[in-house]
């Protein structure tokens, strides 16, 4: 197959931080490493980049923006002025603002002196791209253009609740118009998790494929630091039952509900709180039954290999969810990168697959009584927990892992190439 020429237009790209962000740097480096030409397009990460006068561009660790002239090889190894220098790694440039008026004359600009053809890839997030969640225009410039639009939706639009404010109204109707805009004009739509599908115009649900979004933490971890981990946590025969989130209210609820009962369980039983958050999550419950304080700790922030291996340490991981297990939570798919069992629920947003795979122990509900009789059928027979880890672990490599995205945009173009 010959290199496909990307342009991915994003929200956030690191060093910003986010899920999005995270992804995108993966698909990017991704469809790089399998000779692929990929340019990034995403807005300014910093004051100094936000009021410069001229688009960044980065390269690794260096900014080296040349507005006059760097020669730029192209995949036949021609040369062209194009305005910056294209190598194996992806070419990330900054935008002066959030795809407002001005950086879509950027882009035009950029985009019509840009070697063809070429693919534009939109990592679509409603509220990532500025004008508070309703930047109809951008959606518009994207509608009208004459390359190919592939489009993965992250989400699609903020919902429609009930009793919501007027203005939590306008904006789900008019996230549904910026949505339908794109996915018209879209030529290949993908999907992080497949619920998203109705959300979506009927008449485009036929090219709708679903992209699974892989973990952004390392899938392997030294075996010398996840003992040293174990021995610092927990004695031999204890049980160390682990989560990690960020603890946003509406998990921290299920939580609250269930940690204190499920250490009471069994004095041989201790918790591992990981991800930011975790530490004052950590203290309330400590105050809300003092005699747990021993069995209950908390990492705080971690580096992404300081996160893995943390997990690996535990016994099993614990992921309530209001909405359910989906591919859209990365906590999750950390704990599976690993190989871990996981005890989970079904919500709204949960797919069949998650059943049918059984990788995952799953609740019938986010109930708290749900939730923890289901803790408690995994940890009453410890048989499980080994085989369920080696399920994990291959349903992740089967469908999360990174190489499956990026043989799953190559393989879409190739389809798309020998259709023409």
Same mark, same amino acid.
Not at 234 to 254: C, D, M, Q
Not at 340 to 364: F, S
């Given at each position: 197959?010959?290199?496909?020429?990307?342009?991915?237009?994003?929200?956030?790209?690191?060093?910003?931080?986010?899920?999005?962000?995270?992804?995108?740097?993966?698909?990017?480096?991704?469809?790089?490493?399998?000779?692929?030409?990929?340019?990034?397009?995403?807005?300014?990460?910093?004051? #100094?980049?936000?009021?410069?006068?001229?688009?960044?561009?980065?390269?690794?660790?260096? *900014?080296?923006?040349?507005?006059?002239?760097?020669?730029?090889?192209?995949?036949?190894?021609?040369?062209?002025?194009?305005?910056?220098?294209?190598?194996?790694?992806?070419?990330?440039?900054?935008?002066?603002?959030?795809?407002?008026?001005?950086?879509?004359?950027?882009?035009?600009?950029?985009?019509?002196?840009?070697?063809?053809?070429?693919?534009?890839?939109?990592?679509?997030?409603?509220?990532?791209?500025?004008?508070?969640?309703?930047?109809?225009?951008?959606?518009?410039?994207?509608?009208?253009?004459?390359?190919?639009?592939?489009? !993965?939706?992250?989400?699609?639009?903020?919902?429609?609740?009930?009793?919501?404010?007027?203005?939590?109204?306008?904006?789900?109707?008019?996230?549904?118009? !910026?949505?339908?805009?794109?996915?018209?004009?879209?030529?290949?739509?993908?999907?992080?998790?497949?619920?998203? #599908?109705?959300?979506?115009?009927?008449?485009?649900?036929?090219?709708?494929?679903?992209?699974?979004?892989?973990?952004?933490?390392?899938?392997?971890?030294?075996? #010398?630091?996840?003992?040293?981990?174990?021995?610092?946590?927990?004695?031999?025969?204890?049980?160390?039952?682990?989560?990690?989130?960020?603890?946003?209210?509406?998990?921290?609820?299920?939580? !609250?509900? *269930?940690?204190?009962?499920?250490?009471? #369980?069994?004095?041989?039983?201790?918790?591992?709180?990981?991800?930011?958050?975790?530490?004052?999550?950590?203290?309330?419950?400590?105050?809300?039954?003092?005699?747990?304080?021993?069995?209950?700790?908390?990492?705080?922030?971690?580096?992404?290999?300081?996160?893995?291996?943390?997990?690996?340490?535990?016994?099993?991981?614990?992921?309530?969810?209001?909405?359910?297990?989906?591919?859209?939570?990365?906590?999750?798919?950390?704990?599976?990168?690993?190989?871990?069992?996981?005890?989970?629920?079904?919500?709204?947003?949960?797919?069949?697959?998650?059943?049918?795979?059984?990788?995952?122990?799953?609740?019938?509900?986010?109930?708290?009584?749900?939730?923890?009789?289901?803790?408690?059928?995994?940890?009453?027979?410890?048989?499980?927990?080994?085989?369920?880890?080696?399920?994990?672990?291959?349903?992740?490599?089967?469908?999360?892992?990174?190489?499956?995205?990026?043989?799953?945009?190559?393989?879409?173009?190739?389809?798309?190439?020998?259709?023409?």
């Amino acid at each position: 197959m010959s290199p496909t020429r990307w342009v991915l237009l994003t929200g956030e790209y690191p060093p910003q931080p986010g899920g999005v962000s995270d992804y995108t740097r993966l698909v990017a480096q991704g469809l790089a490493d399998a000779g692929d030409e990929v340019y990034v397009w995403a807005p300014a990460c910093s004051s #100094e980049i936000q009021n410069s006068k001229q688009p960044r561009m980065e390269h690794g660790s260096n *900014t080296d923006w040349n507005p006059c002239l760097i020669r730029v090889p192209s995949v036949a190894h021609a040369s062209l002025e194009f305005g910056f220098r294209i190598s194996n790694s992806p070419q990330v440039h900054r935008l002066p603002g959030k795809f407002g008026p001005r950086d879509l004359e950027i882009l035009e600009h950029s985009l019509k002196r840009l070697p063809k053809p070429f693919r534009l890839l939109v990592q679509y997030v409603p509220h990532a791209f500025g004008a508070k969640g309703m930047n109809v225009p951008f959606c518009w410039w994207l509608s009208r253009r004459p390359e190919p639009v592939w489009v !993965m939706f992250h989400e699609v639009a903020f919902p429609f609740l009930r009793r919501q404010p007027l203005a939590h109204q306008m904006l789900a109707v008019v996230n549904r118009v !910026m949505a339908e805009l794109i996915a018209r004009r879209a030529e290949k739509i993908f999907v992080s998790i497949p619920a998203w #599908e109705k959300l979506l115009p009927k008449c485009v649900r036929r090219s709708i494929t679903w992209l699974p979004v892989p973990s952004n933490l390392p899938t392997i971890v030294s075996e #010398e630091r996840v003992a040293a981990i174990r021995r610092r946590i927990a004695r031999p025969h204890e049980i160390v039952i682990g989560h990690f989130g960020t603890y946003a209210s509406h998990v921290t609820s299920l939580l !609250m509900a *269930t940690l204190t009962r499920i250490l009471k #369980e069994d004095v041989g039983r201790r918790l591992l709180l990981l991800g930011r958050g975790s530490e004052d999550f950590a203290a309330k419950l400590r105050d809300r039954d003092p005699d747990l304080r021993d069995r209950i700790d908390a990492t705080g922030p971690l580096d992404p290999e300081g996160v893995a291996s943390h997990l690996a340490a535990c016994d099993c991981i614990f992921q309530p969810y209001t909405d359910g297990v989906s591919s859209r939570h990365a906590s999750l798919l950390a704990s599976l990168a690993v190989g871990l069992p996981i005890v989970t629920n079904r919500g709204p947003l949960t797919d069949p697959i998650w059943q049918e795979t059984k990788a995952v122990l799953l609740a019938p509900s986010s109930s708290s009584t749900d939730l923890i009789a289901a803790v408690e059928d995994l940890l009453a027979d410890p048989s499980k927990w080994e085989a369920l880890g080696i399920q994990a672990a291959r349903f992740y490599r089967e469908h999360f892992a990174l190489e499956r995205t990026t043989e799953t945009l190559r393989k879409a173009v190739g389809n798309y190439q020998l259709a023409s």
